[in-house]
């Protein structure tokens, strides 16, 4: 995998920390929601934390196992976005943009994870 695109992996999985954190401030103050909310803040900030230590990671095994891990907690905050979402505490207009982001973010290790056996 070339630079570029552990930049895009990077920068995207720290920008959708970001609007997870966000999200978890608004769940509490706006919603009283404090327990899946807290799920949502671990599972989609760790994506990035992950993808982290992986770029900079010692060996290619290294980063995949962190790659594997990021996609992982990726589809654990697909969960919690989509449990959020179905028991109405995050509206339609808070869930699109968060989905599609997590989505996208999947897509993007699931094409970074299926390069490790080639």
């Known amino acids: 995998m070339g630079k570029e695109n552990e930049n895009?992996?990077?920068?995207?999985?720290?920008?959708?920390?970001?609007?997870i954190i966000n999200l978890y401030k608004w769940l509490c103050e706006a919603q009283h929601e404090y327990v899946m909310s807290k799920q949502l803040l671990r599972s989609g900030t760790s994506i990035g934390a992950n993808v982290a230590e992986g770029v900079r990671g010692q060996t290619l095994p290294d980063f995949?196992?962190?790659?594997?891990?990021?996609?992982?907690?990726?589809?654990e905050t697909s969960y919690w976005l989509d449990i959020?979402?179905?028991?109405?505490y995050l509206p339609d207009n808070k869930f699109e943009p968060i989905n599609s982001s997590c989505e996208e973010i999947i897509r993007i290790l699931v094409a970074i994870t299926k390069n490790q056996n080639k």
Request: no cysteine; aromatic share 6%; net charge positive.
């Open 64 to 75: 995949y196992a962190k790659m594997n891990i990021s996609l992982k907690e990726a589809n």
């Open 8 to 19: 895009v992996i990077k920068r995207k999985s720290r920008d959708f920390a970001i609007e």
């Open 84 to 88: 959020l979402h179905a028991t109405n």
